[in-house]
C-alpha cells in the first residue's frame, strides 16, 4: 500500500479515501477531522466535524453553535476508528486544543500535524512526538534564519520599555486566539501583575482560555478602563486594529508586535513597529528538524510556508520528501506586516 492510498492533497485539503474524511479541509465537506481552531484550518460549514472538545468550543464562540451539522469531541489519546482506519488526536502545543491527527491503516501510520511547537508554554497542552511512518508537518519558519529565541527574554524587552515610558500605553499587536493570551501569559511569568488590557476582539476566547483553567492575571476591556489608567499599560489588540481609529484614544503609544516574522527586522520597519517582539507559536527551524527526526517518519509531507528548504533538508538526511502544496492555508496566528494595515482585524473571523 502506498501512503497515497491513506491520505492524499486535494483542492480541498487532505483527504482520506477509505474513511472519507478530510483533515483541516478548506471547503466545506461532508465529515471534517480539525487539528486547531485559527480559522485558516477550522472554517464553518461541514456536515459532521471530530475535533478536541476544546476546538470544538473554539469553533462555536468564533462561529456560531451551529458551525457544523453534527459534532464529535475526540479525547487525546483514544482511538476513534471510521471505516476500518483510526484516527488518534495527540497535543500539538501550537494554542489550547490544538492537535496532531495519526491516521492509522493496515499497518501504516501518517501523522497530520496542523501547526505545532515544542517550546514550553502553559496556554497550550505541551507537543507529544507521535512515532510514524510518514509525517506530515507544516513549515512556517522552515529557513535556517529563524531560530526563535527565548520569549521570556522578548517580553523582557517589553517590561524595560514600560520602565522607559511609564506614561505610555504600550499596543501589542497579536492575534485574538493563542498569540493574545500566550503573551499575557508570559507577561505574569515576567513579574507584571498590574491589570492588563485588551480589545474586545480578544474578549470571548480570553475568557474562554480562563474558564479552562488558563491563569491571565487581571485582564480587563480596554473600552470600560478610564483613559488615565491606560497610560502605562499593556494592551493587547489585534494586529489590525493598531492603525484603525481604535488605536487612537492612546495619545502616545508605543507599538509592539508580536509574531515569529518579526524575526526580520525589514518586516518589523514596514509595519511601523517600535518594539519587535519575536514570539512565535510555530516550530523554527531546529523544532522543525529535531521534531521530523523524533518522529522516525522515513517519509516527510510539507505543507504550508517555506516547503523547499526543508524538502531539501530531508533529501540530504536520505528522506523522502514533497511539497503538498495545499492552497488555502494562511498564517492566522503568525501576523505578517500586511496584517498591520487597517481593516484586516482578523482573517476569516
Ligand atoms: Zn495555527
Ligand atoms: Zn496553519
Given at each position: 500500500?502506498?501512503?497515497?492510498?491513506?491520505?492524499?492533497?486535494?483542492?480541498?485539503?487532505?483527504?482520506?479515501?477509505?474513511a472519507?474524511?478530510?483533515?483541516d479541509p478548506v471547503r466545506?465537506?461532508?465529515k471534517a477531522l480539525i487539528?486547531?481552531?485559527?480559522?485558516?484550518?477550522?472554517?464553518?460549514?461541514?456536515?459532521?466535524?471530530?475535533?478536541?472538545?476544546?476546538?470544538?468550543?473554539?469553533?462555536?464562540?468564533?462561529y456560531g453553535e451551529d458551525f457544523a451539522g453534527t459534532t464529535q469531541a475526540a479525547a487525546w489519546g483514544r482511538p476513534v476508528t471510521i471505516n476500518g482506519v483510526t484516527f488518534t488526536f495527540h497535543p500539538a502545543g501550537h494554542i489550547l486544543g490544538s492537535a496532531q491527527i495519526a491516521v492509522s491503516w493496515k499497518g501504516l501510520t501518517i501523522v497530520a500535524s496542523g501547526d505545532y511547537k515544542r517550546?514550553?508554554?502553559?496556554?497550550?497542552?505541551?507537543?507529544?512526538?507521535?512515532?510514524?511512518?510518514?509525517?506530515?508537518?507544516?513549515?512556517?519558519?522552515?529557513?535556517?534564519?529563524?531560530?526563535?529565541?527565548?520569549p521570556a527574554a522578548e517580553v523582557a524587552?517589553?517590561?524595560?520599555?514600560?520602565?522607559?515610558?511609564?506614561?505610555?500605553?504600550?499596543?501589542?499587536?497579536?492575534?485574538?486566539?493563542g498569540k493574545a493570551q500566550r503573551v499575557m501569559s508570559l507577561v505574569r511569568a515576567a513579574g507584571?501583575?498590574?491589570?492588563?488590557?485588551?480589545?474586545?476582539?480578544?474578549?470571548?476566547?480570553?475568557?474562554f482560555y480562563e474558564a479552562e483553567g488558563i491563569d491571565l492575571g487581571e485582564v480587563r476591556l480596554v473600552k470600560a478602563a478610564d483613559r488615565k489608567a491606560l497610560g502605562g499599560a499593556v494592551v493587547l489588540c489585534p494586529p489590525g486594529s493598531m492603525k484603525d481609529l481604535w488605536a487612537r484614544r492612546f495619545p502616545d503609544p508605543v507599538t509592539a508586535f508580536a509574531s515569529g516574522w518579526m524575526r526580520v527586522r525589514a518586516r518589523a520597519r514596514?509595519?511601523?513597529?517600535?518594539?519587535?517582539?519575536?514570539?512565535?507559536?510555530?516550530?523554527?527551524?531546529?523544532?522543525?528538524?529535531?521534531?521530523?527526526?523524533?518522529?522516525?517518519?522515513?517519509?516527510?509531507?510539507?505543507?504550508?510556508?517555506?516547503?523547499?528548504?526543508?524538502?531539501?533538508?530531508?533529501?540530504?538526511?536520505?528522506?523522502?520528501?514533497?511539497?503538498?502544496?495545499?492552497?488555502?492555508?494562511?498564517?492566522?496566528?503568525?501576523?505578517?506586516?500586511?496584517?498591520?494595515?487597517?481593516?484586516?482585524?482578523?482573517?476569516?473571523?
Open positions: 500500500m502506498r501512503p497515497d492510498d491513506l491520505l492524499q492533497p486535494t483542492p480541498r485539503g487532505l483527504y482520506c479515501p477509505p472519507d474524511v478530510y483533515i466545506p465537506v461532508e487539528t486547531h481552531g485559527h480559522s485558516d484550518h477550522a472554517r464553518p460549514g461541514h456536515g459532521a466535524v471530530l475535533a478536541t472538545d476544546t476546538t470544538l468550543k473554539i469553533m462555536a464562540i468564533r517550546g514550553r508554554d502553559p496556554t497550550a497542552e505541551p507537543f507529544e512526538v507521535v512515532p510514524c511512518d510518514v509525517f506530515i508537518t507544516e513549515a512556517t519558519f522552515g529557513l535556517p534564519v529563524f531560530r526563535h529565541p527565548d524587552k517589553l517590561l524595560a520599555s514600560l520602565r522607559l515610558f511609564p506614561d505610555r500605553a504600550h499596543l501589542v499587536g497579536a492575534y485574538a486566539l507584571w501583575d498590574q491589570p492588563i488590557y485588551m480589545h474586545g476582539a480578544a474578549e470571548k476566547l480570553t475568557r514596514q509595519g511601523g513597529v517600535e518594539l519587535p517582539l519575536i514570539i512565535s507559536d510555530h516550530s523554527d527551524w531546529d523544532e522543525l528538524r529535531e521534531t521530523i527526526r523524533e518522529t522516525g517518519a522515513s517519509e516527510v509531507w510539507v505543507t504550508h510556508g517555506q516547503e523547499d528548504a526543508l524538502v531539501h533538508w530531508c533529501g540530504t538526511m536520505g528522506l523522502r520528501a514533497r511539497p503538498l502544496r495545499i492552497v488555502g492555508y494562511g498564517e492566522e496566528g503568525e501576523a505578517e506586516p500586511a496584517d498591520l494595515a487597517p481593516a484586516s482585524v482578523e482573517p476569516g473571523a
